[in-house]
C-alpha cells in the first residue's frame, strides 16, 4: 500500500494522558498537514510541514499539542494531558510542492478520551 | 460567519435522481477549489477539482463562480454508491503553503 499510513487507528485514554500518533506520508511528497474532525463537521486544519519546517500551526493547536517531522519523511502528533474535548479523529495528509496542491489523507486515527 | 458554507442536508434521493450541492467561499483570495467524498468513518477522498470554466467527470459536473464565490456540484443518475458525505474544501493559501478549508460537509443518502 502506497498511500499515507497512519498508526494507530484507534487510540482510547483516560483524561490526563498523553498520546501519540504516528503518520507515514506517500513517499515522494514533501507537504505533511495534520487536521482535526469532530461528527458532523469537516475536517479542521491543525499544522503542517514541507519537508521538516514546521510552517503553519492552527489556533486550534493549544500549547498540549506538539507535532514533529524529524527527517522530514514520517511526523509524530502528541497530546498532553488529554482533555474529552480531544476527542475526535485525527487525520493526516500528504502532498506534492505543485500548483494544485491536491492532498490525500490516511485513514486517520480515532481518540477517545474517557 | 464559516470559511466554507454548505447546504446542511442531508439529502434523500431515489436513484436516477439529479442533485445538486451548494457551496459558498467568504475568502476572495482563495486559490484552488475541490469536491471530497468521504464516507462514513472513512477519510476524504478527492472527488474533483473545480475550475472556473467549469468541468464534468462522467455523471458529476463542477462549476465554480469566483464572482460570487460560489461552487457547485450536480450529480446526475444518482447511484446508490452515491451515498456519502460531500465535502466543499477551498485552498487558502499561506505563507507557502496551501492548507484547505473544509465546509461542514452535506450528506446524500441514495435509496433504491
Known amino acids: 500500500d502506497t498511500g499515507v499510513s497512519q498508526d494507530p487507528r484507534h487510540k482510547i485514554t483516560k483524561r490526563g494522558q498523553n498520546v501519540t500518533f504516528r503518520c507515514d506520508p506517500i513517499s515522494e511528497h514533501n507537504r505533511l498537514y495534520w487536521y482535526r474532525q469532530t461528527l458532523g463537521q469537516g475536517p479542521e486544519f491543525l499544522t503542517y510541514?514541507?519537508?521538516?519546517?514546521?510552517?503553519?500551526k492552527s489556533r486550534l493547536l493549544s500549547d498540549r499539542f506538539s507535532a514533529e517531522r524529524p527527517k522530514g519523511s514520517f511526523s509524530t502528533l502528541e497530546i498532553q494531558r488529554t482533555e474529552q474535548g480531544d476527542s475526535a479523529m485525527y487525520l493526516c495528509?500528504?502532498?506534492?510542492?505543485?500548483?494544485?496542491?491536491?492532498?490525500?489523507f490516511g485513514a486517520g486515527t480515532r481518540l477517545s478520551v474517557l | 460567519r464559516k470559511e466554507v458554507e454548505q447546504d446542511p442536508g442531508p439529502f434523500n434521493v431515489p436513484e436516477g435522481a439529479t442533485v445538486a450541492f451548494n457551496c459558498t467561499y467568504s475568502n476572495s483570495a482563495s486559490q484552488s477549489f475541490f469536491w471530497y467524498r468521504q464516507d462514513c468513518r472513512k477519510e476524504p477522498k478527492l472527488l474533483m477539482s473545480v475550475y472556473s470554466s467549469g468541468n464534468e467527470d462522467g455523471r458529476f459536473t463542477a462549476q465554480l463562480n469566483r464572482a460570487s464565490q460560489y461552487i457547485s456540484l450536480l450529480i446526475r443518475d444518482s447511484k446508490l454508491s452515491d451515498s456519502a458525505t460531500y465535502l466543499c474544501?477551498?485552498?487558502?493559501?499561506?505563507?507557502?503553503?496551501?492548507?484547505?478549508?473544509f465546509g461542514q460537509g452535506t450528506e446524500l443518502s441514495v435509496k433504491p
Open positions: 495528509a500528504s502532498s506534492l510542492q505543485i500548483a494544485k496542491n491536491i492532498q490525500y
Open positions: 510541514f514541507q519537508n521538516e519546517a514546521q510552517l503553519e
Open positions: 474544501v477551498v485552498n487558502s493559501r499561506s505563507n507557502q503553503g496551501g492548507k484547505l478549508i
